[in-house]
């Protein structure tokens, strides 16, 4: 069984940064790319950024602007989103989502898992 769950996710004050963390379980982690994703409240889900397999290609939305670094651990089943300069409009839930061909337009259709999501709150 596939298993995606997020950590990392509190409250903070604009300007702080935070880190989330994904852990996957019950597949070949570095056969799936990673992407993120949040859903503030009364939104659409917003694509974040993805990274491939190896790590060594990210892409970003472009709201994130270099705010926001994903990276992602092999050996350990992992990827993270390391986020500065946290904004009040950041304020969501962050999920990850893994798939095998999601491609670098952030098309949440085209993932096969998702995690449950960790909520990231952030007062100005």
């Known amino acids: 069984q596939v298993r995606l769950v997020e950590s990392g996710g509190g409250s903070v004050q604009a300007g702080d940064s935070l880190r989330l963390s994904c852990a996957a379980s019950g597949l070949t982690f570095s056969k799936y790319a990673m992407g993120w994703f949040r859903q503030a409240p009364g939104k659409e889900r917003e694509f974040v950024g993805v990274?491939?397999?190896?790590?060594?290609?990210?892409t970003y939305a472009d709201f994130v602007q270099g705010r926001f670094t994903i990276s992602r651990d092999n050996a350990k089943n992992t990827v993270d989103l390391l986020m500065n300069g946290l904004k009040s409009e950041d304020t969501a839930v962050y999920s990850c989502?893994?798939?095998?061909?999601?491609?670098?337009?952030?098309?949440?259709?085209?993932?096969?898992?998702w995690g449950q999501g960790t909520q990231v709150t952030v007062s100005s």
């Open positions: 989502a893994a798939g095998t061909s999601p491609g670098r337009k952030g098309v949440a259709a085209l993932y096969d898992y």
């Open positions: 990274i491939g397999f190896s790590g060594t290609s990210v």
